[in-house]
């Protein structure tokens, strides 16, 4: 019996040691993409009451209408617990429980999340952890078909030990990390682990860094079309300006001459009036 014993507590010494991802293994787990709701099942039957509790804490009662975002529903013998959202915070193990006897074990934990990311060169690198519990961050750059894993950080609430090459660009801020003045060579792909649980993988993020060309290439094209613009509206001008000097300034002489000559006429024709009716002698 005390060989029993001995096994057992060795056995259960050395699953709790290596954390819920071991345990996964074990107890049925039911897998939600992040924020999805879910809905766990206990086929087992049930005469009395019946509730659902995580960590020793009650969660819903069974037929019963409470003020709580989880519910509880029994049909055809079987009972099962939804939970709204699944996250870091509601996910974990759940116990059935009738009539103070535990009749089933539920394992509820999300999917890791992936994404990918376009960054302009010289921004800041915005990244959610998604879990208060303490994370590692990996960073791996894909060069020349190799790919290199760097250990970034360990954050844990808002402190934060991060090797010397980050340790100048890297800060939390609301559970988020932040990666200053980005470059090229920060490309790659961020992964987030937590500390505990088995190193279980809370997410990753493929990041691609923009070149200030790529991200204002649309700009200097558009620049480029207002100085031809320019360019072209002033080369019209000239050539309407070379055309006008051409044609319209001597036109616009020979107008102005022929004005001249017409008033030069007019006055001298009135002059020679006026000299006739000077030099003439009246008749008596």
């Known amino acids: 019996m005390q060989l029993f014993s001995f096994w057992v ?22 897998w939600t993409d992040l924020n999805d709701p879910a809905t766990l099942h206990c ?13 020793g804490r009650k969660v819903a009662k069974c037929g019963v209408k409470e003020e709580s975002e989880f519910s509880c529903e029994r049909r055809l013998d079987q009972s099962s617990l939804t939970v709204p959202q699944v996250n870091y ?37 915005i990244l959610d ?13 894909t060069d020349g078909g190799s790919v290199t894993p760097v250990q970034m950080c360990t954050v844990d609430g808002r402190s934060m030990l991060c090797n010397a090459g980050y340790k100048d660009r890297v800060s939390v ?14 490309s790659g792909v961020y992964t987030v682990r937590e500390v505990n649980s088995g190193a279980a993988l809370i997410r990753t993020v493929s990041v691609t860094v923009k070149h200030v060309q790529q991200s204002w290439m649309w700009k200097d094209e558009y620049q480029q079309g207002l100085k031809t613009g320019a360019l072209g509206f002033g080369t019209g001008g000239l050539v309407l300006g070379v055309i006008l000097g051409f044609f319209a300034v001597p036109r616009g ?14 006055d001298s024709s009135h002059m020679d009036q006026t000299e006739d009716v000077e030099k003439s002698v009246p008749l008596t």
């Not at 507590?9 to 039911?30: E, K, P, R």
């Not at 996910?91 to 394992?107: A, E, M, P, W």
């Not at 801020?173 to 920060?186: I, K, P, Q, Y």
């Open 9 to 30: 507590l060795t056995v259960l010494t050395a699953v709790l040691s290596a954390g819920q991802q071991t345990l996964v293994n074990f107890i049925n787990t039911t």
């Open 43 to 55: 086929p087992e039957p049930c005469s009395g009451v019946e509730t659902w509790e995580k960590s």
């Open 89 to 125: 915070t509601t996910r974990g193990f759940y116990h059935t429980i009738c009539d103070r006897k535990v009749i089933c074990f539920q394992n509820l934990q999300p999917n890791s999340h992936s994404s990918s990311v376009e960054v302009p060169a010289g921004g800041p690198l």
């Open 129 to 141: 952890l998604l879990t208060f519990h303490p994370v590692t961050l990996t960073f791996s750059r």
């Open 173 to 186: 801020c609301r559970n988020s990390m932040v990666l200053r003045d980005v470059v090229s060579a920060d």
């Open 253 to 266: 002489l020979y107008l102005m001459d022929r004005c001249f000559q017409r008033l030069k006429r007019r």
